[in-house]
């Protein structure tokens, strides 16, 4: 992940060139809930217009614009309205089930569609009003074969996802599927005062797919449970503690109240029982209610008595022709009491489908392998490799040709300059790339160079940053491939020279040091502050230099800084990209996961794994800040739903940096190495963020014409997201080919090599010159200007080698025994004990 010169602010900011580092939608609103009872049903992702039981229409979603919807309120002609349900969201679309808005509004729709993405939901605003001590939920649900993914499917929930014993993990969770499988099992989840995730599967009893199925659950108050399937009883077990209804939250059906897991399919007949109903009640229950349909005064007369009937949720809405964007009375049929109540229902004309393999959202179904052969994918993915490496040669061979010993090449006006203070920048980000690549004639070559000419008395001023995570990286990176004690020489040599930086009041170091004369100075763009990602990605090299040297003042002042750091303990978790290199205090207020913020995340999570998991307050720092971004920063595009991560200025500035996109990968790999295990419900939900978040990056490059991703993107109502009028170049940035790399490395699944192969050829067919590689200056063209006259770096130490890990089978790399600085050099980790470690980032927070 590479944070680089150039990068932007966002558009409504200053619009200044940075130094170097780097809900609304109008939905199908329905329901007024009175206290009683209703019906609905639950389509997602699917019109079922070919089941018998579903009349084959178009569901009113459909018509609506997509995103978050917006509250909705009873007419000033019903005040006897008390509550409402919601639908949030947006819907994916399919081929061929587009109508004219007149045709649509004379159809009777009896379930309204939530996306295949989970963010389309239904939510009762009566918080609480749907639990009980005895309680039973009752569906029928259709599970969409058309998505088998090995994920937990929702049914209902009126709690978040979690074990931790809280009031928001009171209540019930009624799914589909055990986690990460696609075994059909029925699962029911609640809390009580040990624990917030007791769990009951229905064993071999399974729900299909394609075909209507009644699912029954009942909870007593000790904790007993029953499932039942088609109204046979599945499983049960006996109450270990008091179970604890949910008091505060509101029933969802299609996820869990925190978003996560959605159903796909239909759920329709819901209903909720004040009681928990034995065998034969369960059994009637399902007779009397049918998809679609349900016989109230039957249910109150054989299966419950009527104050019992918490909620049966029915949607039976009628419209009247009304031209697009208007409002159209929606009559719900009445309850139990013989009321009907109406509410106001906003529509509007649907824009075109998007093209094909677009608008998933924030849960997305991946496209389809290349290959569903293993041998032939493996074939496919060496030949892609080749591909890559191929590039790399050509990179490599403009650089020796026109700008060896420099620290960039010119790719244009094919010769060299020295930008980041002479040291060979490009020949030493390079080594370990050459070397995973088995470039090994180069590799030699280069090292020849550094040995007979690589010297730091004749550099002056650089940055700090850069030049530790690029040349003091890329130095160790190929001392621990190589085993050379060369590339550790020089890197000892260039370390003593950086240590100086570190000499200030609060141990936070100064972003810029003469390496002649080992002194540290102030950026004076920052106003003499210590920028975030800076001062936090400075540790794994540091920590590795000290471990092989033996010099445990290496580590000792980068350790330092995430001493002061972890002590601050900001709100949510989240920093601002100041701190004061005199006191260590925050020096500001915007919060970032782009640049200038990114890889301080991305460290605090790799180094307390590079230190064997046992610096516990690294690993606690980690989670409460992506837990801060989760409730304060991560948002979904309109109309796809598309999962982002915005920045916080004062106010939300719905923006993400290309750089944002390091953290799918990091997230994964968080999710991976969580303590608590990969079925815990952080780690669970960090995997699915991070693939969501993954796709949006994804989307960045294949929406645009020349399917290259710019600087940032400004989200926008309607249109999902737009380049940055200001940044529409893209400068061969790495954070997406690293985060589908690790995707890919961690979960096997072909879809992330099959979307970095699209990246990378899209780099080649516009990023080639005669010479090398250069960035585009607008990704919005797909003629017109040649490449910039400049190839990063990083392309050659970052891009090119993530694209060809995820291609190369057997690439030897293994992420749970080594971490990648935050300029993919691979350091192994160095273990639980040594002089790397920080006694006091072992100790817990208070």
């Known amino acids: 992940m590479r944070r680089s010169r150039g990068s932007l602010d966002g558009e409504g900011d200053d619009k200044s060139v940075r130094s170097e580092r780097r809900r609304e939608t109008s939905g199908l609103a329905v329901l007024p809930l009175v206290a009683a009872v209703f019906m609905f049903g639950v389509l997602v992702g699917s019109t079922m217009g070919n089941d018998p039981h579903v009349a084959p229409v178009e569901s009113p979603m459909r018509r609506s614009l997509r995103g978050d919807a917006a509250s909705l309120r009873p007419r000033p002609s019903s005040p006897q309205v008390q509550a409402l349900v919601e639908t949030k969201g947006a819907l994916v679309e399919t081929k061929g089930l587009w109508e004219s808005s007149a045709e649509f509004a ?10 295949l993405d989970g963010a389309t939901f239904a939510e009762s605003t009566v918080a609480g009003a749907l639990d009980a001590a005895d309680v039973t939920v009752a569906a029928w649900v259709y599970l969409d074969g058309r998505d088998r993914s090995p994920t937990i499917k929702t049914i209902a929930s009126n709690r978040a996802t979690g074990c931790d014993a809280s009031l928001e993990r009171d209540g019930y969770a009624l799914a589909i599927n055990e986690w990460e499988t696609a075994d059909g099992q029925l699962t029911l989840e609640w809390g009580d005062g040990d624990t917030g995730c007791r769990k009951l599967g229905s064993g071999a009893a399974r729900v299909p797919y394609d075909a209507w199925t009644h699912v029954a659950a009942t909870l007593s108050a000790g904790g007993a449970a029953a499932l039942y399937v088609d109204a046979r009883l599945a499983a049960r077990t006996a109450g270990v503690a008091r179970r604890s209804p949910q008091a505060a939250a509101s029933l969802r059906v299609g996820q869990y109240v925190d978003g996560l897991y959605p159903f796909v399919g239909n759920v329709s ?19 009397h209610t049918a998809p679609g349909q349900v016989d109230v005064a039957a249910l109150a007369r054989e299966v419950v008595a009527d104050s019992l009937l918490l909620g049966v949720f029915e949607l039976e809405t009628t419209t009247t022709s009304s031209p697009p964007s208007s409002t159209t009375e929606v009559v719900v049929l009445a309850d139990a009491r013989g009321r009907e109540r109406s509410v106001a229902l906003a529509y509007h004309a649907p824009p075109p489908p998007p093209p094909p393999g677009r608008g998933y959202g924030f849960f997305a179904l991946p496209e389809a392998s290349s290959s569903s052969d293993a041998s032939e994918a493996e074939a496919t993915a060496r030949t892609r490799a080749a591909a890559v490496k191929a590039a790399m040669q050509h990179a490599w061979a403009g650089y020796k040709a026109y700008a060896w010993g420099r620290d960039e090449l010119k790719p244009a006006s094919k010769r060299g300059h ?28 280069a090292k020849e160079w550094v040995r007979s000419s690589l010297a730091f008395d004749r550099t002056g001023e650089v940055s700090v940053f850069e030049t530790t995570i690029r040349e003091l990286g890329g130095l160790l990176a190929a001392f621990d491939l190589s085993g050379d004690q060369l590339f550790l020489d020089k890197a000892d040599d260039l370390g003593r020279r950086l240590a100086g930086a570190f000499d200030t009041p609060s141990g936070v170091p100064r972003g810029s040091l003469d390496l002649r004369e080992g002194r540290g100075r102030d950026v004076a763009w920052t106003s003499g502050n210590a920028v975030l990602a800076e001062l936090g990605s400075l540790q794994i090299e540091f920590r590795y230099l000290a471990a092989k040297t033996g010099n445990p003042e290496y580590a000792r002042k980068a350790n330092r800084v995430f001493e002061v750091a972890v002590d601050l303990r900001p709100p949510d978790g989240l920093y601002p990209i100041y701190l004061s290199p005199t006191s260590g205090r925050i020096a500001g207020r915007k919060i970032t996961f782009g640049a200038l913020g990114d890889s301080f995340y991305e460290y605090l999570l790799k180094t307390w794994l590079q230190g064997g998991r046992v610096e516990t307050r690294l690993r606690e720092t980690y989670d409460a800040a992506i837990d801060g971004m989760v409730r304060k920063l991560l948002q979904r595009s309109e109309p796809s ?25 990091t997230m994964a790999l968080g999710a991976y190495t969580d303590p608590r295990g990969l079925d815990s419900p952080r780690a669970r939900r960090d995997l699915e963020i991070a693939k969501a978040l993954a796709h949006t990056c994804f989307e960045m490059y294949d929406r645009m014409p020349s399917k290259l991703a710019p600087e940032f993107v400004s989200f926008r109502a309607g249109a999902d997201f737009v380049p940055a009028a200001s940044a529409p170049f893209y400068i061969l940035r790495p954070e997406t080919a690293e985060s589908l790399f690790v995707l890919h490395h961690l979960t096997r699944d072909p879809l992330y090599r099959d979307r970095s192969w699209k990246i990378f050829e899209a780099i080649n067919a516009h990023c080639k010159t005669a010479a090398g590689f250069g960035s585009i200056p607008d990704v919005r063209q797909t003629r017109g200007r040649p490449p910039d006259d400049r190839m990063e770096s990083f392309f050659l130490a970052e891009t090119l080698k993530y694209l060809f890990l ?30 790397h470690l920080s006694d006091r980032l072992k100790k817990k927070s208070r």
């Not at 004379?106 to 996306?115: A, D, L, N």
């Open 106 to 115: 004379t159809r009777r729709v009896q379930s309204f569609e939530s996306k």
């Open 269 to 287: 007949a819901l209903a909720v029982v004040g009681a928990a109903l034995e065998p034969e009640a369960v059994s009637r229950l399902a007779r």
């Open 418 to 445: 020295d930008n980041w203070g002479g040291m060979g920048v490009t020949l030493v980000d390079s080594l370990d790339t050459l070397w995973l690549m088995g470039m090994r004639a180069e590799f030699d070559e």
């Open 641 to 665: 739903g598309l999962a982002y991560v915005a920045d916080l200025d004062g106010g939300l500035v719905k923006k993400m940096d290309h750089l944002v996109c390091f953290l799918p990968g």
């Open 806 to 835: 995820i291609q190369q089978p057997d690439n030897g790399i293994d992420l749970l025994d080594l971490v990648f600085n935050t300029e993919a050099h691979p350091l192994r980790i160095l273990g639980d004990s040594g002089i």
